[in-house]
């Protein structure tokens, strides 16, 4: 068959797979090719064990791979054929050198960029899927322009804004698409090519258009404005726990403001993910590099808070069982950073177990989804660690429950059979808010949720 246009992207992970999954759903003219340089990935793309688990994804996939969708390693052959390449490769925070910390390590992007003058032999559109510093645009033009081989690439920004476990549905319905474009004759025609993919299924108002800078730091502010609101909503769980005011009765109270909304105002252990600690980190050394100091302080802190936030439900832990876990079996409930994901990124569970580890405790791990990305971040140091699939098992002999990830299953688990099972008297910290503290209380477990009262059966 025939295809209209030949899309390529650069980096199968957790975004450039879907994203190109349900563009590839939508626009079945357009033949569309995800490469990536680690093969295991691939390999996995084009098996019946896809990669990364999001609902949906895996019937999506099987709906359109090898007919208009393709994963290969063949990354030269792949820039060739392409008109158009998206680049969504990783990001992370840098390790090293300058920056070590905070700036964003952008090797790979910049690795991304040579390669493409390498093997590019016709004009291209290339497609900034990465979140990336604002400006970072120009050093990819640098390069591209470099080339001295007479091709013409037109860089556009385009930040993805899925969330993991609802990426399929944020994709089809998305609040809104991005897309940031020099305003120039070149850079509105690739605009316009970009915004005609989107519009196969997203309404044209939906399509927001600014200038590629706009674009860029769009991305960075969205995920801090996310962050910011759940590490408020987390410094007032601690002032709730020591006041008896209720943080969920607060969070409905104040998000029914409709000027502030209810969303993303669930007091938690803290947030994890891979994006929000690095974008905020990012930001922040990007506006201390202009030598706006006040403004970085101010984002800074929405991170320190959420280390806060983390440290306190362990060092709550230890408190309450008598200042000791020591040898003490705790089951921990969840280790994805979220529900509906396998994915441990930045997980709070990590920080959790290690303290937990340091304090001496034997920490029985259960997640429907995640047990074996706990194994590789717990590598080397789970001499102490249980990964056991059935929470009921993970819960046996346990002197506490400690609720880290908000799966539905942990809410319909048959808790009179757990509290039998554990040592007494028995704990449950529900670092969510997701379980009904009553029943637990009338079952016999003292009961911990986050910004509420305790109770708990002592004098
Ligand atoms: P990821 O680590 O899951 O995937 C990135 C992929 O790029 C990896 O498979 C890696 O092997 C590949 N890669 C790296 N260098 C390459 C190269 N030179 N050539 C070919 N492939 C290469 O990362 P991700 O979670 O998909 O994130 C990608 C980008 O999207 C990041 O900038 C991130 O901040 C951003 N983002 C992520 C999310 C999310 O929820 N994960 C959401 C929005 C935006
Ligand atoms: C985030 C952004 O939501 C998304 O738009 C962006 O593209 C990537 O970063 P993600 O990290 O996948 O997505 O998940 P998100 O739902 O934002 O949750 C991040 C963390 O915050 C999780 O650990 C979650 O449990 C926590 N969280 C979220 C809370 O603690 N309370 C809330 O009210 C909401």
């Known amino acids: 068959m025939e295809f209209e246009r030949n899309i390529l992207c650069i980096g199968a992970g957790y ?41 949906g994804l895996d019937e999506i996939v099987k709906q359109v791979r ?49 390669t493409i ?18 400006r970072t645009a120009e050093a990819m033009e640098r390069i591209l322009k470099a080339s001295n081989k007479g091709i013409k690439f037109e860089v556009v ?52 258009i600014t200038n590629l800078w706009s674009s860029e730091l769009s991305k960075l502010v969205a995920n801090a404005f996310l962050a910011q609101r759940i590490s408020s909503i987390n ?28 969303k993303f105002l669930n007091a938690s252990i803290g947030f994890g993910g891979s994006c929000f600690k690095k974008d905020i980190l990012n930001l922040v ?39 000791t876990v020591a040898d003490k079996k705790i089951a921990l409930f969840g280790f994805a950073f979220k529900a509906n994901t396998g ?38 140091i789970d001499r102490n660690v249980i990964y056991e699939p059935d929470p009921y098992k993970a819960a046996e002999g346990a002197y506490a429950v400690a609720l880290v990830t908000e799966w539905e299953e942990f809410k319909t688990l048959d808790y009179e059979r757990i509290y039998k099972s554990m040592k007494k008297p028995a704990f449950v910290f529900d670092g969510r808010n997701i379980l009904d503290h009553k029943k637990l209380y009338e079952i016999g477990f003292n009961v911990y949720p986050i910004g509420k009262t305790q109770l708990t059966h002592f004098e």
């Open 343 to 380: 994915d441990t990124r930045e997980s709070a569970a990590i920080f959790i177990t290690k303290q937990l580890l340091e304090e001496r405790a034997v920490v029985a791990i259960t997640d429907p989804k995640a047990l074996d990305n706990a194994r590789m971040d717990l590598k080397g």
């Open 157 to 208: 920004s385009n930040p993805e804004f899925l969330a993991e476990g609802s990426a399929v549905r944020d994709l089809l319905e998305p609040d809104r698409v991005l897309i940031g474009a020099h305003q120039t004759p070149e850079g509105r025609k690739a605009e316009k090519e970009l915004a005609d993919i989107y519009a196969h299924w997203i309404p044209r108002g939906k399509i927001i």
């Open 66 to 114: 090898n007919k208009n969708l393709f994963f290969s390693t063949d990354i030269q052959k792949g820039i060739k054929k392409a008109d158009i390449i998206f680049v969504s490769v990783n990001t992370p925070t840098k390790t090293f050198g300058e920056g070590a910390g905070m700036a964003s390590d952008l090797q790979h992007w910049e690795k991304t960029a040579h």
């Open 285 to 323: 050394y990007i506006t201390k590099s202009y030598g706006l100091n006040e403004a970085a302080e101010y984002w800074e802190m929405v991170v320190k808070m959420n280390e806060h936030q983390k440290q306190r439900f362990v060092q709550r832990i230890v408190k309450e069982m008598f200042n």
């Open 117 to 134: 003058i390498e093997y590019a032999n016709s004009d291209k559109i290339i497609v900034e899927k990465s979140t990336l510093p604002v």
């Open 235 to 262: 410094a007032v769980s601690a002032l709730c726990e020591k006041t008896d005011a209720d943080i969920s009765e607060i969070a409905y109270a104040v998000g029914s403001d409709s000027r502030i909304g209810p």
């Open 15 to 55: 975004v450039g797979g879907p994203t190109m999954a349900v563009i590839a759903l939508k626009c079945p003219e357009y033949r569309i090719e995800v490469v990536d340089i680690n093969e295991e990935r691939i390999q996995q793309w084009n098996s019946d064990n896809i990669p990364i688990y999001e609902p």
